[in-house]
């Protein structure tokens, strides 16, 4: 099994307290991977370092490697912007970039290079089907993004993450903030899109868990407790912790 | 007993209350009332667009004033505006916590110092620095007393207000826009100009239209400095008279000529209307921008 | 490409740092300049002694009728402000939080009264002042200062009431008292480091400012004895010796300026020091 990210003794501490203990893992490629985990227990401060928007947290410590292919992202040397491209992100809300709908797909176009309004027109049309949002703004591209409802927002903001042509996308809880049917429509994107993609979802819920997940990490107090299928992770868990989690259901 | 302490008390809150929701109203009105006789013999237009100030024959001409008003608060904002943006995006995106903490009370302190003290300052540095130094620097004559004083001591003084303001906008930016963009392959410097500048740019004006009320209306310091000649300035480096300075210097003769009370009370409710519109205006746009986050 | 966009942030963060780095330092200079030119004619006289026949002259005598002056205004006018700022800030927060929109309302003219020049406020006690008869007066210039500073007392109270916890007032609801009662005790022992800031907050704003006492107190070489007699003020001090010709006189001006500022920044010291210790001390 391929590799799309290899993560090596990855240690990150606040100055109150080690979030992450040392993290090692590898998330295989083109399957969907979710991280599990009640709230607290450190998957959202893993998540940030895959695409090291550590950075943003001045107060956050990290030690330790996580390579994206063959590249280290914290190696001091590392060009970030394009590994980041690399990367997908679908946060917990959906924070569309204060501009048209139209500039929000075009974003990380325009970042490359991309000039020529006639590719970027394309481009931006294509990737707004593939989020299944083509179809309710096509005439209203120029509208500003916060007017649409916040499905539409999430499956902008998965348009736009698209948009860069990434290897691998990362979602934060992509449907907590979302009503039953766009939350299937989200899922459902998902399960299509891990043909092509490396998917990589937190979730704290279950059931969306083993919907969804090829692969399953499952996350507590800051370590990686289990992981495997879906399959032997919830019909045989190994450890106490994880046992009393299936059972109690966060 | 209680009864009798509770209805008093809460009638006292109601009057207490109404009496400040009112006194935006009192204030109008009262200047209204003094600014009457002249306006019942001279008309408002005129008044506004007449330049000659002669009160002892009647003319009470505001243009002038108005010009160096508005050329003292563009100057003196033009300055201290993109100082504050730049500094407060240095603040709140690059800087450590500490020296944002420290930039706190540099403010505080800054916003409490006394307008004459400004103004003392002004006559100290500000005025030679003008006269001596940047005026012949352009080939100007210039006593020092002039706009360009003025509208310096002002910028000075409206940073507090307008770096506080504006770090508080930049400060309720939610990091996941800036999360959004950087995991789009934006650099931190694209981040900022495309997004963060973006999703405040309302807060920005906000601040920007609190800045230049404060600067409308700001009356002793830029009095001591701005050099006080009715005239037309040709250059920023002439004398101005702008109209805080008018109602100012004047107090002492407005009760012995005729309508001279009135013209300096018309100038007050002038000053008053203007810098409540650039207040609601700004207060407007910031209302909007936290109701939308 | 790359290159150009590390140039162009390089630049900026120098400039914006340079930007932060000067805004200190023009603090620094104000604060030298006004101490190297007024502490050399400060003397035990300037603060203790009325001024004689001949001050204005560079003569003998110090600026105590216009430190009094100032300290009888403003702290009668943070007293009446008070006593009417209190009660709207109590109101906002416990009655007119079940009405957003009228409390919305009620904050946004606090705004707008905030940002009223202090000449406005000026002229406009001249016009009660002209209303009522009254002349140039301490009465006229605490009635001014009063409204200067209202905004200011009620907006600082209104923040530190906002921030004590609703339960509070809905347990002691609970024990049967009436409402104006819970209000006034309950509120009052949680917020009272807090007002005690905004008090001093607003005594500082007071004493500070010249433009609204202008009109409205006069100026006199005597320390008031009755409500309608002209009241100097120690701003106002500033600026009419300045005014001179007389260079000593210009250098009392200095020596008032550092008075001045010692006043005002003790009080804005102890005002946060008080608030630093409220918020320790907050849950």
């Known amino acids: 099994m391929e590799s799309a990210i290899v993560i090596k003794n990855l240690k990150v501490s606040s100055k109150e307290k080690l979030i992450l203990k040392g993290i090692n893992i590898e998330i295989p490629k083109n399957k969907l991977t979710v991280l599990l985990g009640p709230s607290g227990c450190g998957k959202t401060t893993l998540f940030k370092c895959l695409n090291r928007l550590t950075d943003l947290y001045p107060e956050l410590k990290v030690e330790g490697s996580v390579f994206i292919g063959e590249d280290d992202i914290f190696h001091p040397k590392q060009n970030v912007t394009d590994l980041r491209q690399k990367m997908g992100l679908l946060n917990q809300k959906p924070y569309p970039l204060p501009m048209s709908i139209f500039k929000n797909v075009a974003y990380g176009l325009k970042l490359k290079g991309v000039k020529d309004k006639k590719i970027l027109a394309e481009k931006v049309a294509v990737y707004l089907k593939q989020a299944a949002l083509w179809d309710e703004v096509k005439d209203r591209l120029d509208d500003s993004a916060t007017k649409l409802s916040i499905g539409q927002q999430q499956r902008l903001c998965l348009a736009r993450g698209l948009a860069t042509s990434p290897e691998i996308l990362l979602a934060d809880e992509p449907t907590s903030a979302l009503d039953p049917i766009s939350s299937k429509a989200i899922e459902e994107k998902f399960l299509e899109l891990k043909e092509n993609y490396t998917v990589i979802v937190v979730t704290h819920i279950l059931r969306q868990a083993k919907r969804l997940a090829d692969h399953v990490i499952f996350m507590y107090d800051g370590q990686v407790i289990e992981q495997g299928s879906p399959k032997e992770l919830f019909e045989n868990p190994q450890t106490e912790t994880l046992k009393k989690y299936i059972q109690v259901g966060y | 007993m209680r009864k009798f302490i509770d209805s008093l008390s809460s009638v006292w809150m109601q009057i207490a209350i109404w009496f400040v929701l009112l006194l935006p109203l009192m204030i109008g009105l009262g200047l209204v009332v003094k600014s009457m006789p002249l306006l019942q013999e001279n008309s408002l237009i005129g008044i506004l667009s007449s330049s000659t100030w002669s009160p002892m024959r009647g003319d009470f001409g505001f243009l002038p004033f108005i010009i160096s008003t508005i050329l003292v608060t563009i100057i003196a904002t033009a300055i201290s505006l993109p100082l504050c943006l730049l500094s407060a995006i240095h603040l709140t995106q690059y800087a450590p916590k500490w020296l944002l903490g420290f930039m706190h009370s540099v403010i505080d302190i800054l916003a409490g110092i006394p307008s004459v003290v400004y103004g003392v300052w002004g006559i100290l540095v500000i005025v030679p620095f003008v006269g001596d130094n940047l005026a012949p620097f352009f080939n100007a004559e210039s006593s020092g007393y002039s706009i360009l004083a003025g509208a310096l001591v002002l910028a000075v003084m409206t940073i507090p207000y307008v770096l506080n303001m504006l770090i508080e906008v930049f400060n309720n930016i939610a990091v996941e826009y800036k999360e959004a963009s950087l995991s789009l392959g934006a650099t931190y410097w694209e981040t900022i100009k495309f997004v963060v500048l973006k999703k405040g740019l309302s807060g920005i004006l906000s601040a920007f239209g609190l800045g230049i009320s404060k600067a409308l209306g700001e009356t002793i310091a830029v009095l001591m400095v701005v050099g006080n000649v009715v005239q037309f300035p040709k250059s920023v480096f002439d004398a101005g008279y702008p109209l805080p300075a008018l109602i100012a210097n004047n107090y002492g003769e407005m009760m012995s000529i005729p309508f001279y009370d009135s013209a300096l009370m018309l100038a007050a409710l002038l000053l008053f209307i203007i810098v409540i519109f650039f207040n609601v205006a700004a207060r407007y746009l910031i209302q909007k921008t936290t109701v939308t986050q | ?283």
Request: aromatic content about 12%; proline content about 5%; cysteine-free.
């Open chain 3, 1 to 283: 490409m790359m290159n150009r966009k590390k140039i162009e942030e390089q630049f900026f963060r120098l400039l914006m740092s340079l930007v932060t780095a000067s805004i200190i330092l023009v603090l620094v200079y104000i604060f030298y300049i006004i101490l190297k030119k007024g502490l050399p004619s400060l003397s035990w006289d300037m603060v203790s002694r009325l001024p004689e026949g001949g001050y204005y002259f560079g003569k003998e005598g110090g600026i105590l009728n216009a430190i009094i002056g100032s300290f009888y205004i403003s702290v009668s006018a943070t007293f009446l402000a008070f006593i009417i700022g209190l009660p709207v800030a109590l109101y906002m927060n416990v009655y007119l939080v079940r009405r957003p929109k009228f409390l919305t309302m009620t904050r946004f003219v606090l705004d707008a009264l905030w940002g009223v020049p202090s000449i406005v406020y000026g002229a406009f006690g001249f016009t009660i002042m002209i209303y009522f008869g009254l002349r140039t007066s301490l009465l006229a210039g605490i009635i001014a200062v009063t409204l200067l500073i209202i905004p200011i007392m009620i907006r600082a109270m209104d923040e530190v009431l906002r921030t004590i916890p609703k339960g509070l007032m809905e347990a002691s609801l609970a024990l049967g008292s009436t409402k104006t009662e819970t209000a006034f005790k309950v509120f009052f022992k949680q917020a009272l480091p807090g007002f005690i800031t905004a008090i001093l907050l607003s005594f500082g704003r007071g004493i500070g400012d010249a433009a609204s006492v202008l009109f409205t107190a006069g100026f006199t070489d005597h320390i008031p004895e009755k409500l309608t007699d002209p009241v100097a003020t120690l701003p106002l001090a500033i600026f009419f010796q300045l005014s001179s010709p007389i260079p000593e006189v210009r250098e009392r001006a200095y020596a008032a300026a550092v008075i001045l500022i010692a006043i005002v920044f003790t009080i804005s010291l102890s005002a946060r020091l008080l608030s630093k210790k409220f918020k320790k001390h907050q849950v």
